[in-house]
């Protein structure tokens, strides 16, 4: 079935450390992902992504993982700001579609 | 020079009603969409167009239709409004995967209340 993510969680990180939000995919045909941030009444942005020949993706500050074993996705944030609160979204895509699917993102809270 | 802009941003209106949301692009991309945002946050695509062509339709209601007169520009049109369409509804375009580029681009969301 279409289903990617989890049910909303919130991950609560101090300033300065480093954040890693997880996501779970069920489509192995999907061959690649994206990672979105989203802001309070903004759209959802761009971060970083991957496609389904790489393991491991680097950006600034932000790192994805692909772990296509266990259908697995993870963004990993260093040295977490501020301004990185806000609810984070994964995405697959389906090979050969232009259908992009999202999971039900993760809620990130950064303490000083 | 918003890359997506859509319009209006926030939408009050009764049930029953008639509404139209608006949604353009300047990125020269031939694919457009429209998602769903709940209560819960959760991101669902509606339909998908590429060069003013239907290509995904996620079975929704059929009070539901996109039009799009030209690639660049995408709009939502809903008839007989309900309180379930109570929702942010976000633009977003992509160059498509004949492209092998399949980001999306997001609107920044038109926020709909029905009463």
């Known amino acids: 079935g279409e289903s990617v993510g989890l049910h909303l969680p919130t991950l609560s990180v101090q300033e300065g450390d480093n954040s890693i939000i997880n996501c779970a995919y069920s489509n192995s045909a999907s061959d690649y992902f994206i990672w979105y941030k989203q802001e309070s009444g903004k759209g959802p942005q761009f971060i970083i992504d991957?496609?389904?020949?790489?393991d491991k993706r680097q950006g600034q500050r932000v790192t994805v993982l692909l772990n296509k074993t266990v259908k697995h996705l993870s963004l990993q944030i260093a040295a977490t700001q501020p301004g990185d609160s806000a609810v984070y979204f994964c995405?697959?895509?389906?090979?050969?579609?232009?259908?992009?699917?999202f999971g039900t993102g993760t809620r990130l809270q950064v303490f000083p | 020079d918003t890359a997506v802009s859509q319009t209006p941003k926030y939408l009050v209106t009764q049930m029953g009603n008639d509404k139209s949301i608006k949604c353009e692009q300047n990125?020269?991309?031939?694919?457009m969409y429209w998602y769903k945002q709940d209560s819960k946050k959760f991101l669902k695509i509606m339909f998908s167009y590429n060069n003013k062509e239907l290509i995904i339709n996620e079975t929704v209601p059929n009070r539901f239709s996109p039009k799009s007169p030209d690639k660049a520009h995408l709009n939502l049109h809903i008839n007989s409004l309900e309180l379930g369409d109570s929702a942010v509804y976000f633009c977003?375009?992509?160059?498509?995967?004949?492209?092998?580029?399949?980001?999306?681009?997001f609107g920044s969301g038109t926020q709909l209340s029905v009463l």
């Open positions: 991957i496609r389904s020949n790489m």
């Open positions: 990125l020269g991309h031939d694919t």
């Open positions: 995405a697959e895509n389906f090979y050969n579609t232009d259908k992009l699917i």
């Open positions: 977003a375009s992509s160059q498509g995967i004949s492209t092998d580029n399949e980001k999306l681009f």
